[in-house]
């Protein structure tokens, strides 16, 4: 049996052979990567953004906005700022002050399963109200909604008043 020439040159096979070989290989490189990333999307987009059950007192640290409605009779909301950090005695709460019209409250609490609890104390000492809320489903513990109760309400004001608080642009 007598072979064709270019089946028995060297470099003619070289070609031939290795190029499904050297596809495979390409396919393969380009595979790997495009896997090994999408499998991290979620946990990325996870820690981007938190369900309201996942909140922590990591989330809470910062400034927010808060809305109070109706806290006096005929007004408008009453805007709240409310600069939160870490708790330096309690470890998985926080720890900071609510800016009223007028007045500065020390405040401190924790979110729990989503669930916020804050007191305030115009004093330091005695509490003056307390913040009960939940943390809005899909805002990525971005704004919370409840009510702020006021311990010593002076009539005709409510006391207990619904909030929207909303974390401030800048914040994470």
Not at 61 to 76: F, K, Y
Not at 144 to 162: D, F, K, L, Q, Y
Request: hydrophobic letters at 35%.
């Amino acid at each position: 049996m007598k072979l064709s020439p270019s089946a028995t040159h060297p470099r003619t096979r070289s070609r031939s052979l290795p190029r499904p070989v050297f596809a495979l290989f390409l396919i393969a490189i380009n595979a790997y990567p495009t896997g090994a990333s999408s499998q991290n999307i979620p946990q990325t987009v996870a820690a981007a953004c938190p369900a309201a059950a996942d909140m922590g007192h990591q989330h809470l640290q910062g400034q927010w906005r808060a809305e109070l409605q109706g806290v006096a009779p005929g007004a408008g909301a009453t805007v709240v700022t409310l600069q939160l950090g870490p708790h330096p005695e309690l470890a998985h709460s926080v720890r900071g002050t609510a800016q009223h019209p007028g007045a500065t409250a020390q405040v401190s609490g924790d979110v729990d399963d989503g669930d916020l609890t804050l007191e305030e104390s115009v004093n330091g000492t005695n509490i003056s109200a307390t913040w009960t809320g939940r943390v809005v489903d899909g805002s990525c513990g971005k704004e919370v909604r409840g009510t702020w109760n006021n311990a010593h309400p002076t009539p005709p004001a409510p006391s207990a008043v619904p909030f929207v608080m909303r974390r401030q642009a800048g914040w994470q």
